[in-house]
Protein backbone atom coordinates (compact mmCIF):
# COMPACT_ATOMS: atom_id res chain seq x y z
CA UNK A 1 0.00 0.00 0.00
CA UNK A 2 1.43 3.42 -0.72
CA UNK A 3 1.23 5.41 2.38
CA UNK A 4 2.74 8.76 0.49
CA UNK A 5 0.34 11.68 0.58
CA UNK A 6 1.96 13.16 -1.91
CA UNK A 7 2.06 10.52 -4.51
CA UNK A 8 -1.63 9.84 -3.40
CA UNK A 9 -2.40 13.74 -4.19
CA UNK A 10 -0.41 13.79 -7.67
CA UNK A 11 -2.24 10.86 -8.95
CA UNK A 12 -6.09 11.82 -7.51
CA UNK A 13 -5.18 15.48 -9.17
CA UNK A 14 -4.04 14.00 -12.40
CA UNK A 15 -7.58 11.59 -13.08
CA UNK A 16 -9.91 14.11 -11.45
CA UNK A 17 -8.75 17.49 -11.97
CA UNK A 18 -6.61 16.43 -15.42
CA UNK A 19 -9.34 14.38 -16.58
CA UNK A 20 -6.22 11.56 -17.74
CA UNK A 21 -7.11 7.56 -18.08
CA UNK A 22 -6.64 5.46 -15.42
CA UNK A 23 -5.00 2.74 -17.58
CA UNK A 24 -2.77 5.79 -18.96
CA UNK A 25 -1.62 6.91 -15.02
CA UNK A 26 -1.49 2.84 -13.78
CA UNK A 27 0.80 2.61 -16.84
CA UNK A 28 3.10 5.54 -16.69
CA UNK A 29 3.20 5.58 -13.10
CA UNK A 30 4.06 1.80 -12.36
CA UNK A 31 0.69 1.37 -9.76
CA UNK A 32 -1.77 -1.54 -10.33
CA UNK A 33 -5.37 -0.23 -11.62
CA UNK A 34 -6.81 -1.45 -8.43
CA UNK A 35 -4.72 0.35 -6.29
CA UNK A 36 -5.67 3.52 -8.74
CA UNK A 37 -9.36 2.77 -7.66
CA UNK A 38 -8.60 2.94 -4.38
CA UNK A 39 -6.78 6.15 -4.47
CA UNK A 40 -9.64 7.79 -6.04
CA UNK A 41 -11.71 6.00 -3.20
CA UNK A 42 -10.37 8.17 -0.39
CA UNK A 43 -8.87 11.25 -0.18
CA UNK A 44 -5.65 10.56 1.93
CA UNK A 45 -4.07 6.98 2.42
CA UNK A 46 -6.66 4.86 4.80
CA UNK A 47 -3.84 3.50 6.77
CA UNK A 48 -3.53 -0.21 8.06
CA UNK A 49 -5.67 -2.68 7.06
CA UNK A 50 -7.66 -0.44 5.01
CA UNK A 51 -9.02 1.51 8.55
CA UNK A 52 -10.92 4.92 7.65
CA UNK A 53 -10.53 6.75 10.75
CA UNK A 54 -12.76 10.37 10.95
CA UNK A 55 -10.30 12.85 10.03
CA UNK A 56 -8.58 15.55 12.61
CA UNK A 57 -11.01 18.15 12.76
CA UNK A 58 -7.94 20.43 11.92
CA UNK A 59 -8.31 19.25 8.03
CA UNK A 60 -11.50 20.43 7.90
CA UNK A 61 -10.24 23.98 9.00
CA UNK A 62 -12.13 23.57 12.34
CA UNK A 63 -10.38 23.97 15.88
CA UNK A 64 -7.10 22.31 16.36
CA UNK A 65 -7.47 19.00 17.84
CA UNK A 66 -6.38 18.85 21.48
CA UNK A 67 -2.82 18.11 21.81
CA UNK A 68 -3.67 16.34 24.78
CA UNK A 69 -5.46 13.81 23.29
CA UNK A 70 -3.26 13.62 19.88
CA UNK A 71 -2.04 10.15 18.93
CA UNK A 72 0.79 8.70 21.44
CA UNK A 73 0.14 4.57 20.83
CA UNK A 74 0.91 2.27 18.52
CA UNK A 75 -2.19 2.10 17.20
CA UNK A 76 -4.19 1.93 13.84
CA UNK A 77 -5.71 5.16 15.43
CA UNK A 78 -2.41 6.55 15.89
CA UNK A 79 -1.11 5.77 12.40
CA UNK A 80 -4.37 7.20 10.87
CA UNK A 81 -3.65 10.59 12.90
CA UNK A 82 -0.41 10.69 11.90
CA UNK A 83 -1.22 10.19 7.91
CA UNK A 84 -3.98 12.97 7.96
CA UNK A 85 -1.48 15.59 9.73
CA UNK A 86 0.70 14.77 7.34
CA UNK A 87 -1.69 15.26 4.47
CA UNK A 88 -2.66 18.24 6.09
CA UNK A 89 0.46 19.60 6.18
CA UNK A 90 1.49 18.99 2.92
CA UNK A 91 -2.07 20.45 1.71
CA UNK A 92 -2.44 23.41 3.95
CA UNK A 93 0.63 24.43 4.99
CA UNK A 94 -0.55 27.74 6.63
CA UNK A 95 -2.69 26.04 8.95
CA UNK A 96 -1.68 25.70 12.52
CA UNK A 97 1.45 26.54 13.73
CA UNK A 98 2.45 30.09 12.56
CA UNK A 99 3.57 31.45 15.53
CA UNK A 100 6.15 29.19 16.05
CA UNK A 101 9.50 29.92 15.38
CA UNK A 102 11.17 29.85 12.15
CA UNK A 103 7.86 28.09 11.29
CA UNK A 104 8.54 29.25 7.70
CA UNK A 105 12.04 27.79 7.57
CA UNK A 106 11.09 24.47 8.61
CA UNK A 107 7.77 24.32 5.67
CA UNK A 108 10.64 24.91 3.54
CA UNK A 109 12.49 22.30 4.73
CA UNK A 110 9.75 20.06 3.96
CA UNK A 111 11.28 19.54 0.70
CA UNK A 112 11.60 15.67 -0.38
CA UNK A 113 15.09 17.14 -1.99
CA UNK A 114 16.12 17.94 1.15
CA UNK A 115 15.56 14.50 3.28
CA UNK A 116 17.90 15.36 6.70
CA UNK A 117 16.18 18.95 6.98
CA UNK A 118 12.42 17.17 6.15
CA UNK A 119 13.23 14.47 8.89
CA UNK A 120 14.02 17.26 10.99
CA UNK A 121 11.67 19.68 10.25
CA UNK A 122 8.81 17.07 10.71
CA UNK A 123 10.30 16.12 14.08
CA UNK A 124 9.67 19.71 15.55
CA UNK A 125 6.39 20.22 13.46
CA UNK A 126 5.02 16.88 14.92
CA UNK A 127 6.07 17.92 18.65
CA UNK A 128 4.20 21.16 18.32
CA UNK A 129 1.43 19.37 16.91
CA UNK A 130 1.11 17.30 20.20
CA UNK A 131 2.54 13.90 19.06
CA UNK A 132 5.01 12.09 21.13
CA UNK A 133 8.80 11.75 20.85
CA UNK A 134 7.89 7.59 20.62
CA UNK A 135 5.14 7.99 18.33
CA UNK A 136 7.30 10.81 16.27
CA UNK A 137 10.12 7.91 16.02
CA UNK A 138 8.05 5.43 15.44
CA UNK A 139 6.10 6.93 12.37
CA UNK A 140 9.39 8.68 11.16
CA UNK A 141 11.43 5.00 11.71
CA UNK A 142 14.07 7.02 13.71
CA UNK A 143 15.72 6.64 17.20
CA UNK A 144 14.63 8.19 20.00
CA UNK A 145 17.63 9.61 21.17
CA UNK A 146 17.52 11.28 17.63
CA UNK A 147 14.24 12.71 17.60
CA UNK A 148 15.20 14.15 21.47
CA UNK A 149 18.67 15.40 19.85
CA UNK A 150 16.34 17.55 17.33
CA UNK A 151 14.13 18.72 20.03
CA UNK A 152 17.33 19.72 22.03
CA UNK A 153 18.60 21.52 19.05
CA UNK A 154 16.09 23.66 18.42
CA UNK A 155 15.14 24.58 21.79
CA UNK A 156 18.45 25.93 22.71
CA UNK A 157 19.59 27.05 19.29
CA UNK A 158 16.30 27.33 16.85
CA UNK A 159 16.57 26.82 13.37
CA UNK A 160 20.47 28.18 12.81
CA UNK A 161 21.11 24.91 15.30
CA UNK A 162 18.91 22.40 13.78
CA UNK A 163 19.96 22.62 10.38
CA UNK A 164 23.38 23.95 10.69
CA UNK A 165 26.36 21.63 10.37
CA UNK A 166 28.00 20.44 12.87
CA UNK A 167 31.68 20.42 13.12
CA UNK A 168 32.79 16.59 13.83
CA UNK A 169 34.73 16.55 17.31
CA UNK A 170 37.71 13.55 16.96
CA UNK A 171 38.66 12.13 19.82
CA UNK A 172 42.47 12.26 18.91
CA UNK A 173 42.44 15.76 18.68
CA UNK A 174 41.14 16.05 22.35
CA UNK A 175 44.49 17.44 23.86
CA UNK A 176 43.69 15.75 27.26
CA UNK A 177 43.83 12.48 25.50
CA UNK A 178 47.19 13.57 23.73
CA UNK A 179 48.84 14.51 27.16
CA UNK A 180 47.40 10.90 29.07
CA UNK A 181 48.37 8.85 26.40
CA UNK A 182 51.95 10.17 25.96
CA UNK A 183 52.42 10.76 29.96
CA UNK A 184 52.05 6.69 29.91
CA UNK A 185 54.27 6.45 27.16
CA UNK A 186 56.83 8.33 29.20
CA UNK A 187 56.77 5.47 32.44
CA UNK A 188 57.89 2.21 32.78
CA UNK A 189 54.60 -0.28 31.85
CA UNK A 190 55.35 -2.05 35.50
CA UNK A 191 53.99 1.07 37.04
CA UNK A 192 50.73 0.34 35.81
CA UNK A 193 50.96 -3.33 36.80
CA UNK A 194 52.48 -4.99 33.69
CA UNK A 195 55.05 -7.08 33.77
CA UNK A 196 56.96 -5.45 30.24
CA UNK A 197 59.64 -3.20 29.84
CA UNK A 198 57.64 -1.41 26.81
CA UNK A 199 54.56 -1.02 26.55
CA UNK A 200 51.95 -2.75 24.11
CA UNK A 201 48.98 -1.55 22.16
CA UNK A 202 46.67 -3.95 24.46
CA UNK A 203 48.11 -2.68 27.89
CA UNK A 204 48.03 0.81 26.72
CA UNK A 205 44.63 0.88 26.02
CA UNK A 206 43.52 -1.22 28.82
CA UNK A 207 45.31 1.62 31.30
CA UNK A 208 43.85 4.29 29.80
CA UNK A 209 40.45 2.55 30.21
CA UNK A 210 40.94 3.08 33.49
CA UNK A 211 42.15 6.35 33.61
CA UNK A 212 38.16 6.85 32.17
CA UNK A 213 39.29 7.85 28.54
CA UNK A 214 36.97 6.05 26.28
CA UNK A 215 39.29 6.44 22.84
CA UNK A 216 39.25 2.68 20.89
CA UNK A 217 42.74 1.17 20.07
CA UNK A 218 42.59 2.62 16.47
CA UNK A 219 42.29 6.44 17.93
CA UNK A 220 45.10 5.74 20.49
CA UNK A 221 46.96 4.30 17.19
CA UNK A 222 46.28 7.57 15.50
CA UNK A 223 47.73 9.98 18.48
CA UNK A 224 50.91 8.23 18.53
CA UNK A 225 51.58 8.13 14.79
CA UNK A 226 50.50 11.94 14.45
CA UNK A 227 52.53 12.79 16.74
CA UNK A 228 55.50 11.30 14.32
CA UNK A 229 56.54 8.05 16.41
CA UNK A 230 56.76 4.91 15.71
CA UNK A 231 56.60 1.57 18.11
CA UNK A 232 60.01 0.31 16.81
CA UNK A 233 61.40 3.60 18.40
CA UNK A 234 59.37 3.40 21.69
CA UNK A 235 62.50 1.37 23.62
CA UNK A 236 64.32 4.49 22.62
CA UNK A 237 62.75 7.49 22.90
CA UNK A 238 58.86 7.06 24.64
CA UNK A 239 60.02 5.22 27.68
CA UNK A 240 62.13 5.86 30.71
CA UNK A 241 63.18 2.88 32.66
CA UNK A 242 63.87 4.49 35.85
CA UNK A 243 62.04 2.57 38.56
CA UNK A 244 61.55 6.11 40.44
CA UNK A 245 60.48 8.04 37.51
CA UNK A 246 57.05 8.96 39.43
CA UNK A 247 58.98 10.19 42.34
CA UNK A 248 61.52 12.21 40.37
CA UNK A 249 59.45 13.61 38.43
CA UNK A 250 56.47 14.72 41.20
CA UNK A 251 59.48 16.19 42.85
CA UNK A 252 60.52 18.01 39.45
CA UNK A 253 56.55 18.86 39.63
CA UNK A 254 56.49 20.12 42.95
CA UNK A 255 59.67 22.30 42.37
CA UNK A 256 58.49 24.49 39.42
CA UNK A 257 54.56 24.48 41.39
CA UNK A 258 56.25 26.25 43.77
CA UNK A 259 59.02 28.59 42.79
CA UNK A 260 59.60 32.07 44.51
CA UNK A 261 60.43 34.97 42.86
CA UNK A 262 64.59 34.87 43.61
CA UNK A 263 64.49 31.24 42.68
CA UNK A 264 65.17 30.15 39.17
CA UNK A 265 64.95 27.07 37.59
CA UNK A 266 67.72 26.02 34.50
CA UNK A 267 67.18 23.17 31.81
CA UNK A 268 70.71 21.83 30.83
CA UNK A 269 71.85 20.07 28.20
CA UNK A 270 74.51 20.03 25.35
CA UNK A 271 73.81 20.08 21.60
CA UNK A 272 76.78 17.65 19.61
CA UNK A 273 78.96 17.43 18.78
CA UNK A 274 78.44 17.99 14.94
CA UNK A 275 80.17 18.45 12.15
CA UNK A 276 80.17 21.89 9.88
CA UNK A 277 79.57 20.68 6.60
CA UNK A 278 76.63 20.74 4.02
CA UNK A 279 73.63 19.86 5.43
CA UNK A 280 70.17 18.45 3.67
CA UNK A 281 67.09 19.62 4.29
CA UNK A 282 63.95 20.93 3.19
CA UNK A 283 64.08 23.30 0.45
CA UNK A 284 61.68 24.76 -1.54
CA UNK A 285 62.92 24.51 -5.39
CA UNK A 286 61.37 24.39 -8.71
CA UNK A 287 59.73 21.03 -10.76
CA UNK A 288 62.24 18.64 -11.53
CA UNK A 289 65.23 19.88 -9.47
CA UNK A 290 65.94 17.31 -6.55
CA UNK A 291 68.87 18.45 -4.44
CA UNK A 292 71.61 17.10 -3.43
CA UNK A 293 74.29 16.62 -0.32
CA UNK A 294 77.51 14.51 -1.23
CA UNK A 295 77.37 11.66 0.64
CA UNK A 296 81.34 11.91 1.54
CA UNK A 297 82.82 15.50 2.48
CA UNK A 298 85.52 17.05 4.25
CA UNK A 299 84.23 18.72 7.69
CA UNK A 300 85.53 22.12 8.34
CA UNK A 301 85.20 21.89 11.99
CA UNK A 302 82.75 20.72 14.74
CA UNK A 303 80.64 22.09 17.73
CA UNK A 304 79.34 21.43 20.98
CA UNK A 305 76.75 23.74 22.15
CA UNK A 306 76.49 23.68 26.00
CA UNK A 307 72.99 25.44 27.19
CA UNK A 308 71.00 26.32 30.17
CA UNK A 309 67.15 27.49 29.31
CA UNK A 310 65.76 29.11 32.77
CA UNK A 311 62.24 28.21 32.68
CA UNK A 312 60.57 31.37 34.70
CA UNK A 313 62.05 33.99 32.23
CA UNK A 314 62.27 31.81 29.07
CA UNK A 315 66.03 33.42 28.80
CA UNK A 316 68.91 30.54 27.19
CA UNK A 317 72.94 31.24 28.45
CA UNK A 318 75.54 29.52 25.88
CA UNK A 319 78.95 28.78 25.40
CA UNK A 320 81.31 26.18 23.41
CA UNK A 321 82.91 23.18 25.19
CA UNK A 322 85.18 20.86 23.73
CA UNK A 323 84.11 18.04 25.10
CA UNK A 324 80.99 16.23 27.40
CA UNK A 325 82.52 16.01 31.00
CA UNK A 326 82.12 17.02 34.55
CA UNK A 327 84.43 20.39 34.55
CA UNK A 328 82.52 21.82 31.53
CA UNK A 329 79.03 21.06 33.81
CA UNK A 330 81.17 22.80 36.52
CA UNK A 331 81.68 25.54 34.55
CA UNK A 332 78.57 26.08 33.47
CA UNK A 333 77.06 26.44 37.39
CA UNK A 334 79.47 29.21 38.15
CA UNK A 335 78.47 31.20 34.80
CA UNK A 336 75.07 30.49 36.53
CA UNK A 337 75.86 32.07 39.49
CA UNK A 338 77.53 34.68 38.39
CA UNK A 339 74.84 35.65 35.85
CA UNK A 340 71.89 35.35 38.48
CA UNK A 341 74.25 36.61 41.65
CA UNK A 342 70.56 38.48 42.41
CA UNK A 343 68.79 35.35 43.03
CA UNK A 344 69.14 32.98 46.34
CA UNK A 345 69.00 29.67 44.80
CA UNK A 346 69.68 28.09 41.64
CA UNK A 347 67.94 24.59 40.75
CA UNK A 348 70.07 22.60 37.83
CA UNK A 349 68.25 20.08 36.45
CA UNK A 350 69.94 17.92 33.56
CA UNK A 351 69.36 13.96 32.12
CA UNK A 352 71.35 10.99 33.84
CA UNK A 353 74.42 11.22 31.53
CA UNK A 354 77.50 10.01 34.22
CA UNK A 355 79.05 13.42 33.81
CA UNK A 356 75.70 15.08 35.36
CA UNK A 357 75.90 13.03 38.52
CA UNK A 358 79.52 12.37 38.68
CA UNK A 359 80.70 12.58 42.67
CA UNK A 360 83.12 15.37 41.36
CA UNK A 361 80.07 17.86 40.40
CA UNK A 362 78.33 16.86 43.72
CA UNK A 363 81.42 17.89 45.71
CA UNK A 364 81.29 21.02 43.78
CA UNK A 365 77.91 21.88 45.16
CA UNK A 366 78.32 21.21 48.38
CA UNK A 367 81.48 22.71 48.58
CA UNK A 368 79.62 26.61 46.86
CA UNK A 369 76.54 26.04 48.93
CA UNK A 370 79.46 25.63 52.66
CA UNK A 371 81.33 28.89 51.32
CA UNK A 372 78.60 31.18 49.12
CA UNK A 373 76.84 32.50 52.28
CA UNK A 374 75.11 35.74 51.43
CA UNK A 375 77.00 36.54 48.16
CA UNK A 376 75.68 33.90 45.62
CA UNK A 377 72.67 32.07 45.21
CA UNK A 378 72.59 27.90 46.45
CA UNK A 379 72.33 25.30 44.28
CA UNK A 380 70.61 22.62 44.03
CA UNK A 381 70.58 19.45 41.89
CA UNK A 382 66.86 18.60 40.56
CA UNK A 383 68.21 15.94 38.07
CA UNK A 384 65.72 14.22 35.42
CA UNK A 385 64.75 10.52 35.22
CA UNK A 386 66.96 7.99 33.95
CA UNK A 387 66.44 8.06 30.02
CA UNK A 388 63.75 10.96 30.07
CA UNK A 389 64.72 13.53 27.61
CA UNK A 390 61.65 13.96 26.63
CA UNK A 391 61.36 15.66 29.62
CA UNK A 392 64.17 18.22 29.02
CA UNK A 393 62.81 21.03 27.93
CA UNK A 394 65.89 22.71 26.56
CA UNK A 395 65.60 19.72 23.76
CA UNK A 396 63.16 21.82 22.29
CA UNK A 397 65.13 24.45 21.69
CA UNK A 398 67.56 22.57 20.80
CA UNK A 399 65.26 21.36 18.11
CA UNK A 400 63.81 24.43 16.79
CA UNK A 401 67.58 26.25 16.77
CA UNK A 402 68.76 22.89 14.42
CA UNK A 403 65.50 23.30 12.32
CA UNK A 404 66.00 27.12 11.81
CA UNK A 405 69.97 27.71 11.51
CA UNK A 406 71.65 24.36 11.02
CA UNK A 407 69.13 21.96 8.93
CA UNK A 408 70.31 22.82 4.94
CA UNK A 409 73.31 24.59 5.76
CA UNK A 410 76.60 24.79 4.50
CA UNK A 411 78.32 27.22 6.60
CA UNK A 412 82.25 27.98 5.57
CA UNK A 413 83.66 28.00 8.63
CA UNK A 414 83.12 26.83 12.19
CA UNK A 415 82.94 30.59 13.34
CA UNK A 416 79.94 31.36 10.71
CA UNK A 417 78.02 28.82 12.15
CA UNK A 418 78.86 29.97 15.68
CA UNK A 419 78.05 33.32 14.66
CA UNK A 420 74.39 32.20 13.43
CA UNK A 421 73.89 30.28 16.59
CA UNK A 422 74.49 33.23 19.00
CA UNK A 423 72.35 35.21 16.51
CA UNK A 424 69.68 33.13 16.95
CA UNK A 425 69.85 32.86 20.69
CA UNK A 426 70.31 36.62 21.22
CA UNK A 427 67.13 36.96 19.26
CA UNK A 428 65.23 34.57 21.29
CA UNK A 429 66.64 36.35 24.18
CA UNK A 430 65.40 39.90 23.77
CA UNK A 431 62.16 38.64 22.31
CA UNK A 432 61.42 37.15 25.47
CA UNK A 433 62.80 40.47 27.33
CA UNK A 434 60.45 42.45 25.51
CA UNK A 435 57.64 40.43 25.98
CA UNK A 436 58.03 38.48 29.65
CA UNK A 437 56.69 34.86 29.83
CA UNK A 438 57.23 30.92 31.08
CA UNK A 439 58.55 29.05 29.31
CA UNK A 440 55.70 27.12 26.92
CA UNK A 441 53.57 30.18 26.66
CA UNK A 442 54.96 30.91 22.96
CA UNK A 443 56.91 28.71 20.79
CA UNK A 444 59.77 30.42 18.88
CA UNK A 445 61.03 29.69 15.72
CA UNK A 446 60.53 25.95 14.67
CA UNK A 447 59.93 24.23 18.34
CA UNK A 448 58.35 20.63 17.69
CA UNK A 449 57.11 21.48 20.88
CA UNK A 450 55.90 24.01 23.58
CA UNK A 451 59.25 24.44 25.95
CA UNK A 452 56.94 23.62 28.77
CA UNK A 453 57.49 21.04 31.53
CA UNK A 454 54.78 18.63 31.15
CA UNK A 455 54.58 14.93 31.28
CA UNK A 456 52.99 14.38 27.99
CA UNK A 457 55.19 16.43 26.28
CA UNK A 458 57.99 15.24 23.23
CA UNK A 459 60.79 18.05 23.64
CA UNK A 460 63.16 15.14 22.03
CA UNK A 461 62.92 15.17 18.66
CA UNK A 462 64.44 12.10 17.18
CA UNK A 463 65.78 13.80 14.04
CA UNK A 464 67.06 17.36 15.51
CA UNK A 465 70.56 16.77 13.97
Aim: hydrophobic share 35%; charged share 25%; aromatic share 10%.
Amino acid sequence: MYTSTRQWNHIRKRILKLGESQRQVARLEGIGRRTIQKMLKYEFPPGYKGCNLQKLSSIQGDEPVNTSTACYSNSPQSKQQWMEWMYSLEQKPSIGQQNLPGWAELIAGLSPALNNSRRKALVILANERGFSTSAIAKHLKARRKTVQHYLADFQSGGIALLFGRKARKIKYDVTALKNAVFALLHEPPTLSGFNRTTWRMEDLHKTLRKMGYTACRHIVRAVIKDAGYRWRSARVVLTSNDPKYREKLEYLQNILSHLKDDERFFSIDEFGPFAVKMRPGRVLVEAGVHPTVPQRQKSKGWLIVTAALELSKNRLTHFYSNAKNTAEMIHMAKVLVEEYKDTKVLYLSWDAASWHISKELVAFVDEHNKTCSETYPKLELAPLPASAQFLNIIESVFSGMARAIIHNSNYPSVKAATEAIDRYFSERNQHFKNTPSRAGKKIWGLERTSTEFNAGNNCKDPGYR
